[in-house]
């Protein structure tokens, strides 16, 4: 309890010194992609399929599990409930790192962020802008309804973000629409991932939605006990489809 109450001190702490993502795209591309993700918080992909790779110490793969998921949205989308096919392990290893839904810079739940422009990039055909962002937020904002927990990515002792959090993403340097994203993420010392996303989009109700299409997400879970640290090295690949407005979803 007291660590909980120390955290979310922190939490209002540098929210008061910071400017929420969601306030800070006043123009330029970055406001196009921030209201299309405010737009697209409570929509859920009613059909996931994941392939997990595990591979070995020393780089070597040795098994590889799939499994599919498909949501049904219930009371209007307040609950969702959830059929998984296959590996059971494949969906226990993702729920661990994220509940399916990709946190960007542009969502309310980021804390603050600092950010550089890069060199433009072509993805997929499209000219796309690119922006580098150093970002804050709290570690349970990965999964929907959880409680505030530790901050990621920002160092109070140093007053400065702590590079655990790095969301590269490129937009579409036309329309601002988010592209691609590749985070690097470090939620401590037993668990770092990067996670590669192409997004899509599509119009509902007057908004442009935008959603992931694919995740690939390759990382490490470390199990410490005694002398021995078991190392699970993955990379999951997954798709999402069947997107559909669940109520209150997200953010």
Not at 98 to 112: L, Q
Not at 230 to 246: H, I, M, P, Q, R
Request: charged share 20%; glycine share 6%; hydrophobic share 40%.
């Amino acid at each position: 309890m007291f660590r909980k109450t120390i955290t979310i001190i922190a939490v209002a702490a540098l929210a008061a010194t910071s400017l929420f993502a969601a306030d800070t795209y006043e123009s330029g591309l970055m406001y196009y992609a921030n209201e299309s993700i405010d737009a697209s918080d409570e929509y859920v992909a009613q059909s996931r399929e994941a392939t997990i790779e595990f591979t070995a110490v020393d780089g070597s793969p040795y098994e590889t599990k799939s499994a599919s998921a498909t949501y049904a949205l219930k009371n209007y989308g307040r609950n969702i409930q959830r059929s998984i096919s296959g590996e059971s392990e494949v969906f226990a290893l993702l729920d661990s790192i994220y509940d399916g839904y990709v946190m960007t810079p542009f969502n309310d739940a980021v804390i603050s962020y600092d950010y550089d422009q890069l060199d433009n990039q072509v993805v997929d055909g499209v000219d796309c802008e690119v922006y580098e962002f150093d970002v804050a937020l709290d570690s349970n904002s990965f999964f929907a309804g959880s409680r505030p927990d530790q901050v990621l990515g920002y160092d109070n002792s140093d007053d400065d973000y702590d590079g655990d959090v790095v969301m590269t993403v490129y937009l579409d340097a036309t329309s601002g629409q988010l592209i691609r994203q590749v985070a690097t993420i470090k939620v401590d010392s037993t668990l770092s991932y990067i996670q590669t996303t192409d997004f899509t989009s599509f119009e509902a109700d007057g908004n442009t939605i935008t959603v992931p299409a694919t995740v690939v997400t390759e990382g490490q879970i470390k199990t410490a006990s005694g002398a021995v640290t078991d190392v699970t090295s993955f990379k999951a690949a997954e798709t999402f489809s069947g997107y559909a407005l669940a109520d209150g979803w997200h953010d």
